[in-house]
Nanobody, 117 residues
Framework: QVQLVESGGGLVQAGGSLRLSCVAS????????IGWYRQAPGKQRNFIAG???????YYTDSVKGRFTISRDNAKNTVYLQMNSLRPEDTAVYYC???????????WGQGTQVTVSS
């Protein structure tokens, strides 16, 4: 089992920055991949960025050049640095860990990001 807790959300003006954190606990050694997703009101949850066990990173086109995913293995934490925020970035942000040989998915509870214009 893996538990995830996100933090760092809040209200920011357009053009501002936030850094989200996703802290993992439990069977962290079994985690192969952690991704960040977001869900705006009335819309589906979409992939934003991910980082593999090997350190490879992946981004959706809309955040490339603005968002950066990174990790601190000693703290079992994955970060999402978000710069140049736009009102359309407003959403609940979730992290998801994919773990063990069965690729089991675990989700955090989400953190709200609101970008005002």
């Amino acid at each position: 089992q893996v538990q995830l807790v996100e933090s760092g959300g809040g209200l920011v003006q357009a053009g501002g920055s936030l850094r989200l954190s996703c802290v993992a606990s439990g069977s962290t050694a079994s985690i192969n991949y952690i991704g960040w997703y977001r869900q705006a009101p009335g819309k589906q949850r979409n992939f934003i960025a991910g980082i593999s066990r090997g350190g490879n990173t992946y981004y959706t086109d809309s955040v490339k050049g603005r968002f950066t995913i990174s990790r601190d293995n000693a703290k079992n934490t994955v970060y999402l640095q978000m710069n140049s925020l736009r009102p359309e970035d407003t959403a609940v942000y979730y992290c998801k860990a994919t773990a063990d040989a069965r690729a089991t998915d675990y989700w955090g509870q989400g953190t709200q990001v609101t970008v005002s214009s």
